[in-house]
């Protein structure tokens, strides 16, 4: 019997796990997916909002502007790449202007730092790439990049390290409340907990309709996004945002952290929660879009298009809080809901796990005592590609298997590659060594590396090479068995 | 330990300029590999057709590979394998390559000329951008073909590829042999990117449909491919609508160009071509960075390898040249494609260092029947080169003698195709 | 009877048309060289063709050596000969040129590797 079960390995699932770690609790993390942070985590925009955006009233005000400013140091602890580069809401005429002048007064109530409303001159001067008919902007230095699905990936690797059980592939069926502790039915075994978070993203609503009476609900929309190649990434130094319409956010042009360059998204909304697929007709929509602040966007430099899909809450009862965040216990006792959990979640996150922990899960559980052996910090991790040349002659020196490069574009190790499967929440699959090392992530796309990559993992998991999955367990297999009849072992 | 000459890459272009600069005189010559083994992308090339231009005879890839690595060896041209260039750097007289391996480490390697010979890679899905779905199941027909020759593992079972170029439709043929079943190659273009031979030997052969102007408008499948649908595309190129089929299958081989690797050339500052993708090169393939050549498909995609090994030797020589101070650097003619022709290799010529002939090689932008190709000097009309077809997929090797060239004090040759007078 | 059929003689790629006459001989038309008709008929007559492929290799760097036909085989053959191919397992190391199969479908053709590779 566990102390909390979370379902969910998003990032809200890991961190919060991760933040829970500080007590001495014993936890268990379950996910239905073959990797960490593989759903909403990992197809989004990748940016911490500055917070001037959401109203005060909203959690999704409450929480931005104080995650924003914690950033630095959970960057540090879980060692992602993390940059503040700033963000630019932009204006292309005087009625647009007004409306940054009421995100500048919004974003002062949400205690936004820096805020500065720029005139054209200094727009241009910050970024000579945009569109000259640009005539003034809202800047704020607070906002940056990060990557994401590291970030959540890490928080999960700590929480492991921590004491977390995390129990990937274990997809919820149902829960049944025992009135004390709670039965949750899985697809590989059950799993008792006293307590549960449901941090199940899109699926958050069917998990709750499993112990209670359906409060809210999901709806899911699906955004378009484009990556350009490196040799695009300084086409703008800080996220570009066009001005809010009533029509929503509009296409963002962005600079990635790893040094690519990222458009997207628009928000469609679809009826079925696995729709990942992109169109034709949206993804020209996303370049139309995108040219209007940025008009010389490389579009032969596009190296993949995606998309992924946020979860909007619409509560039933409580309409007046409509599009915010549900973050609190639900009225069946014992269990959690973190969601409708969207854009600011990302950079809500460090803010709202401590928010879960110390005033939801606290008062409910007596006698909490700190966990002494608390660690914050992940191991380093070693990335051969930003090390100095001392750096690498040392490292290469230690471990040779750093001076043996599978992934070109990326200059990916296979020490590096052979770490990530080993940590704890390792990977699993071609894509979950992709999400962490960034091998395949490149121009080529994976052409050439991926045959290697295949079999590190098989011979570092001691499985067969047609064993080993791009992505889910058993469905995403990559090959579909030995060329030749003749069997043959070793 | 300063080399004379070290060529980046162990491939075809390596290996035949390696062999060309030892014997042009160049004494420290080193090849760089980064792969496991010499040969680079011949060595999943099992199918036959190579040679016949270099040997007389049809070779497999390997075959044609061990040839040249044969030379090397016999010349004792020493060489690293496993070994990856992080950087080049000029240093006046000397180039700084950074390289790394597991065996030495990090290592700086000082070079007096430097061979550029990467290669090329395949264009991606997420380069050409179809829609749909991003399972496993799609593959770069280079991909697929490494896994099924080297591995000896199948990517699937029912086949879709698209686009013609010639490793799809090679791999059309092998992935039929070993067993599976390939329901058709899709073109987005009226015609095929491949050579004719391969249309007939790798699809005719096995009554696999050559769909032209066809595309896949959308991948099926989350997890694993599940299917593609194809369509009919108009002049445009545009899909018209009514004309999608959905073909179920569990692989998609996409074939759909190729892309000269030029990383370490851009960061070293090597002065680029936008048509070719690869370094402004010399007739001896010299590029704007005194010392530094490049041959084979980094500088430009090739469609017979044998173009390859020819223009390897001029590399080489260039190089054994330059490090004998005998490389002339004054440009006498720049090259230009005009009408019908996408780009021109070289694009200049230093006429000193030009022995008999140039061969200038080129691609046309579409078919073309009954057509020439001109070639001028400002109005003057130098030398014509006749061809019943004129084929994007099938590079146009246009030699111009020397004689002719040295009548002309400078200027720019223009390179057009015009009608047959 | 009567064919259509590409020539690959060259890069051309001609579109012939091949009619069977009464007498046995064959008429060729659409050629614009002498190569095209003979070509023609050879692939009317017999055509045959290379088989490039893998058969499994035991202590070798990899698990497949390439390996084809020493001599271009019948067409209509060809996955008899795949069926013979692809039940071979020979072991490193080999050179190129070795015989790999021996007098494939009694067609007094062998198949031979196509590269050489060490033991280890």
């Given amino acids: 019997m566990y102390d909390i079960a979370i379902i969910g390995a998003g990032i809200a699932g890991s961190y919060i796990a991760r933040e829970l770690t500080r007590y001495k609790l014993d936890i268990v993390l379950l996910d239905g997916e073959n990797d960490v942070g593989n759903q909403i985590t990992m197809a989004n925009s990748a940016i911490v909002h500055a917070g001037f955006d959401a109203p005060a009233s909203k959690l999704k005000g409450k929480f931005n502007a104080p995650g924003n400013i914690m950033y630095e140091k959970v960057c540090e602890d879980l060692d992602v790449p993390f940059k503040r580069c700033g963000s630019l809401v932009v204006a292309h005429n005087e009625y647009e202007m007004a409306t940054i002048q009421e995100l500048y007064q919004n974003g002062l109530k949400n205690g936004v730092p820096g805020l500065q409303i720029l005139f054209k001159d200094e727009v241009h001067a910050m970024e000579p790439n945009l569109n000259e008919d640009i005539c003034g902007a809202l800047y704020a230095p607070t906002a940056g990049i990060v990557s994401p699905f590291e970030l959540c990936i890490h928080a999960a690797e700590n929480a492991v390290d921590n004491g977390v059980t995390l129990k990937m592939n274990h997809m919820v069926s149902d829960i049944k409340n025992h009135h004390g502790y709670f039965e949750i039915i899985t697809n590989a075994g059950n799993v008792e907990a006293k307590y549960v978070i449901n941090a199940a993203g899109l699926f958050a609503d069917n998990i709750y309709a499993m112990v209670g009476e359906p409060y809210f609900k999901l709806l899911a929309r699906k955004g378009h996004y484009f990556i350009f190649d490196k040799e695009a990434g300084s086409l703008v130094n800080s996220v570009i945002f066009p001005c809010p319409s009533k029509k929503g956010k509009g296409i963002l042009v962005a600079p990635t952290v790893h040094g690519n360059l990222l458009i997207g998204p628009d928000a469609e909304p679809v009826s079925y929660k696995g729709d990942i697929a992109t169109t034709g007709e949206r993804l020209d929509y996303i370049k139309e879009n995108a040219l209007k602040n940025c008009p010389d966007l490389p579009f032969n430099k596009i190296i993949r298009s995606y998309a992924g899909l946020r979860n909007t809450p619409v509560r039933d009862t409580y309409t007046t809080t409509d599009g915010d965040f549900i973050i609190e216990e639900s009225p069946v006792r014992g269990f959690i809901n973190v969601a409708g959990y969207e854009s600011p979640g990302l950079t809500s996150i460090p803010a709202v796990a401590h928010h879960v922990v110390e005033n939801i899960v606290k008062p409910m559980i007596p006698h909490l005592e700190e966990n002494p052996d608390y660690n914050p910090k992940v191991r380093k991790h070693l990335r051969f590609d930003e090390m100095t040349e001392e750096e690498k002659v040392e490292i290469i020196k230690e471990d040779p298997k750093y001076g043996k490069v599978i992934c070109r574009c990326e200059t990916i190790t296979e020490g590096e590659i052979i770490d990530v499967i080993h940590r704890s929440a390792g990977a699993r699959s071609v894509k979950a060594v992709k999400k962490r090392t960034r091998a395949g992530m490149g121009r080529c796309q994976g052409g050439f590396c991926s045959p290697r990559v295949v079999e590190i993992l098989a011979r570092e998991l001691n499985v067969p090479l047609d064993d080993v999955m791009y992505d889910q367990q058993d469905s995403a297999y990559i090959l579909s068995g030995h060329t030749k009849s003749v069997k043959e072992e070793a | ?421 | 009877m009567k064919k259509e059929m590409t020539c690959i003689v060259c890069p051309i790629g001609c579109q012939m048309t091949i009619e069977e006459k009464a007498d046995g001989t064959y008429e060729v038309t659409g050629n614009t060289c002498k190569r095209g008709p003979k070509y023609a008929i050879n692939e009317m007559t017999n055509p045959t063709r290379v088989i490039p492929t893998t058969v499994v290799i035991k202590n070798a760097m990899l698990p497949r050596l390439p390996v084809k036909t020493a001599e271009p085989i019948p067409k209509g053959q060809i996955f008899d000969a795949m069926a013979v191919i692809n039940q071979v397992v020979v072991e490193a190391p080999i050179k190129t040129g070795d015989v790999v199969i021996k007098d494939l479908l009694g067609l007094g053709i062998d198949v031979v590797a196509t590269r050489t590779m060490d033991k280890c």
């Fill in chain 2, 1 to 421: 330990m300063i080399y004379d000459v070290v060529i980046l890459g162990g491939g075809p272009a390596g290996l035949a300029a390696a062999v060309e600069a030892k014997n042009g005189g160049a004494e420290n010559v080193l090849i760089l590999e980064r792969d496991r083994e010499l040969g680079g992308i011949l060595n999943q090339c099992i199918h036959n057709g190579f040679g016949l231009h270099t040997f007389n005879e049809e070779l497999t890839g390997p075959e044609y590979a061990e040839r040249y690595i044969q030379k090397v060896k016999d010349l004792n041209i020493p060489y690293m394998l496993d070994t990856m260039v992080l950087d080049m750097h000029d240093n006046g007289d000397l180039k700084a390559i950074h390289v790394i391996n597991e065996e030495n480490g990090y290592m700086i390697i000082e070079a007096k000329a430097v061979i550029l010979t990467m290669g090329c890679r395949e264009r991606t899905s997420g380069a050409i951008g179809i829609p749909g779905y991003r399972p496993s199941g799609v593959f770069t027909a280079g991909t697929a073909q490494r896994f099924i020759n080297m591995e000896g593992f199948m990517p699937g079972k029912e086949v879709v590829i698209l686009g013609s170029g010639d490793i799809g439709l090679i791999m059309a043929r092998r992935m039929t042999l070993e067993g599976a079943h390939v329901q058709a190659v899709c073109e987005l273009m009226p015609y095929s990117n491949g050579l004719v031979r391969n249309i007939v030997q790798c699809l005719d052969d096995y009554d696999i449909p050559l769909k032209l102007s066809h595309t896949i408008t959308f991948i099926h499948g989350k997890d694993r491919l599940e299917g593609v649908t194809v369509a009919k595309v108009d002049e445009k190129l545009k899909v018209i609508p009514g004309t999608e089929e959905y073909i179920p299958c569990d692989t998609l081989l996409l074939s759909v160009g190729l892309i000269p690797e030029n990383e370490i050339t851009r960061n070293a500052g090597v002065v680029m071509d936008n048509r070719t993708n690869g370094a402004i090169v010399g007739e001896l393939r010299q590029t704007s960075m005194p010392g530094v050549f490049a041959c084979g498909n980094v500088v430009h995609v090739h469609d017979l390898v044998d173009f390859v090994s020819e223009e390897a030797v001029l590399a080489g020589k260039g190089a054994a040249k330059f490090i004998k101070g005998e490389l002339d650097n004054e440009i006498t003619f720049t090259t230009t494609n005009g009408d019908g022709i996408g780009y021109v290799v070289p694009q200049q010529v230093a006429m000193k260092n030009v022995e008999d002939k140039v061969t200038f090689y080129m691609r046309v932008r579409q078919v073309f029947k009954d057509k020439v190709v001109n070639a001028y000097i400002g109005d003057q009309l130098i030398a014509t080169k006749k061809e019943k077809k004129l084929l994007p997929a099938e590079m146009v090797n246009f030699k111009i003698a020397k004689d002719i060239l040295a009548q002309y004090p400078a200027g720019e040759i223009r390179f057009v195709v015009e009608e047959a007078k």
